[in-house]
């Protein structure tokens, strides 16, 4: 596979990022569009440094974030709703689950991008559920690793859906992307 270039944003600390949101979103609230204030190029996204390593239990035994890139520049992370006390997953994450084809997972990796779903549930309710449901997209378990509560798909208040899209220059690990559901 040849190595695509990928032109990447300005990097901020975690607090001038936080900042940069909260700008974003006073600009939302006023009305201002995003597409006149900030180029419409994704390379104009804020990211920070994932400076903290977090392992996952897959059906090949435990891995890194980074290993989840599979030597992509760029990784999708579904936060699919399961928690570890459920017998099945959440049933919306389910109905979204359903429309990922081996076609549109073929399309990313095309596009340089890796794509693959993180539970709490241990890594066996994964596998069984994904195997009654006809998956196949990668599906790791977040079990073992503060993973879902760092980036806010676990709160105080349960399981919450989402998702973080991540970059990476060598070794090191940026999140450009993280959505949440609003508490």
């Known amino acids: 596979m040849s190595e695509k270039k990928i032109k990447l944003p300005m990097f901020f600390s975690y607090f001038e990022w936080a900042f940069d949101d ?26 920070i440094e994932v400076d903290k390593e977090y392992f996952f239990n897959g059906p090949e035994g435990k891995v890194s974030l980074l290993d989840l890139f599979d030597s992509r520049n760029q990784l999708i992370l579904g936060h699919f709703m399961f928690d570890p006390n459920w017998d099945k ?40 559920y994904k195997y009654s449901m006809g998956w196949s997209f990668p599906w790791y378990s977040s079990f073992d690793s503060n993973y879902n509560y760092d980036f806010k798909a676990t709160t105080d208040k349960g399981e919450m859906p989402g998702g973080s899209v991540f970059r990476r220059k060598g070794d090191s690990i940026f999140q450009v992307k993280n959505t949440e559901a609003a508490n």
Do not use: H, W
Request: aromatic share 6%; proline share 3%.
């Open 89 to 128: 997953g959440c049933p919306d994450c389910s109905s979204t689950a359903d429309q990922i084809s081996d076609v549109s997972l073929k399309y990313l990796r095309n596009q340089d991008t890796s794509f693959a779903y993180v539970s709490r549930a241990p890594l066996e309710k994964i596998e069984r």
């Open 22 to 47: 909260t700008r974003t979103l006073s600009q939302k609230k006023k009305g201002t569009s995003l597409k006149k204030s900030f180029k419409s190029d994704s390379s104009n996204l804020s990211m």
